[in-house]
């Protein structure tokens, strides 16, 4: 199966993108961990795409097409994938519908993760990441027993760039403005599966997997 999650940041499409993947056994291919890898790296393409991801600004659409050009070439992929955030312009969509059209195949579905802005911002706002194991912690619903310290592995905590407030403001902005018109566009394909993206994480996933298996995944 071809699927597209979408949904603002902090939807948990990371999150849901990693039980959902595993349930329809396809890789998850997620542009943001991508990126970020490469900016770890300090590749050129990580130093390009920092500049934007730091602003909460999206990357440009030829470099983030590139990318995933190259990536969904990749022998694992060629039998089906999940892509999170990716796309998020409607030109990176009418890209993929070619790149896959190219390749004799299409999407299947596209799910919109929703949740609205006040419970985004509460999200986002409150994540926290280990600068040891990378595990995401939140102040609120999924806090450390010592604040800042993670309890996996005793390593300090941080708020990740792009989790700021000022950052999240532009993020909601560049997704209202760039990101939502997708929800029509593939509303006209008639391959958009929107599911309720609030409440506990399980429950998400079993509504996810649910409305999948209507569409025989
Ligand atoms: P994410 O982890 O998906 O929220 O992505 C983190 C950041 O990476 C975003 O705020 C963007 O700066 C960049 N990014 C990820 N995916 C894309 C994309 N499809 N198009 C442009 N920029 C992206």
């Known amino acids: 199966m071809r699927l597209v999650l979408v949904g603002p940041p902090g939807a948990g499409k990371g999150t849901q993108a990693e039980f959902i993947a595993a349930h329809l056994a396809v890789p998850?291919?997620?542009?943001g961990d991508i990126f970020r890898a490469?900016?770890?790296q300090g590749t050129p393409l990580g130093v390009e795409a920092k500049r934007y991801m730091d602003a909460g600004q999206l990357v440009p659409d030829e470099v983030t097409i590139n990318m995933v050009r190259d990536r969904l070439a990749e022998p694992d992929a060629s039998d089906g994938f999940l892509l999170d955030g990716f796309p998020r312009t409607v030109p990176q969509a009418s890209a993929l519908d070619k790149l896959l059209a190219d390749l004799g195949t299409a999407l299947d579905i596209v799910?919109?993760?929703v949740v609205d802005d006040d419970e985004v911002i509460r999200?986002?706002?409150g994540r926290r990441t280990c600068r040891g194991c990378g595990k995401i912690w939140?102040?609120?619903f999924d806090p450390t027993s010592k604040p800042d310290i993670c309890d996996r592995c005793g390593s300090e905590l941080f708020q990740r760039d792009d989790d700021k407030a000022e950052t999240i403001a532009?993020?909601?902005?560049?997704?209202?403005?760039?990101?939502a018109p997708l929800i029509d566009f593939y509303g006209a394909q008639g391959k958009l599966?929107?599911?309720d993206a609030t409440g506990p994480v399980?429950?998400?996933t079993v509504r996810a997997i649910d409305a999948l298996r209507s569409y025989g995944g």
């Open 28 to 31: 998850k291919i997620s542009t």
């Open 38 to 40: 490469n900016v770890s």
């Open 111 to 113: 799910m919109e993760l």
């Open 123 to 125: 999200r986002l706002s």
């Open 138 to 140: 939140h102040v609120e």
């Open 170 to 179: 532009n993020r909601l902005v560049e997704y209202a403005d760039k990101t």
């Open 193 to 195: 599966v929107g599911i």
């Open 202 to 204: 399980e429950d998400v």
